[in-house]
């Protein structure tokens, strides 16, 4: 078994999608970043990566890359797991905290955990989405980012 932990942090601006685990929630500003700017699906995918000792996602998905350039942080974490494979690991659990202010995440952890679970290749039971403020404090407090951490499980893959 393998543990690995991930963390991303992208700015909110206007006119941009705000795509969180494969959702799109309902809001005015989205994540400023090189791909879609899912912070959910980058964070997972960090923490992958790092239990399997692979790296992290700037090594595999250069943010100077035009090749990854607005690619869904879905499709970015089946490639992420496509590696963990061939380096003979499989998803045992994902366990992730969002940090927003807004949009209430509450209609959308449901859809949420089943789109990760999916990518990862496993049961929505083995997924979970947790959502916290920071009380109005710094940049995710003052609505200017949305931030993720995730922690996953890994264990040795059986066939």
Do not use: C
């Amino acid at each position: 078994m393998r543990i690995g932990a991930g963390y991303d942090i992208h700015r909110l601006v206007e006119g941009r999608p705000f795509p969180l685990g494969g959702v799109t929630l309902e809001y005015p500003r989205g994540p400023l970043g090189h791909s879609d700017g899912d912070a959910l699906a980058h964070a997972v995918i960090d923490a992958l990566l790092g239990a399997a000792a692979l790296g992290d996602i700037g090594h595999h998905f250069p943010p100077g890359d035009p090749a990854w350039r607005d690619v869904a942080g879905l499709d970015l974490l089946r490639r992420a797991v496509a590696l963990l494979h061939q380096a003979g690991y499989d998803v045992h659990n994902v366990d992730t905290t969002v940090l927003l202010e807004e949009p209430r995440l509450g209609p959308y952890v449901e859809p949420i955990r089943a789109n990760l679970a999916k990518a990862l290749g496993i049961q929505v039971s083995q997924v979970s989405v947790k959502a916290k403020t920071n009380e109005g404090m710094d940049a995710v407090g003052m609505k200017l980012a949305v931030a993720a951490h995730a922690v996953v499980l890994l264990q040795e893959r059986t066939g």
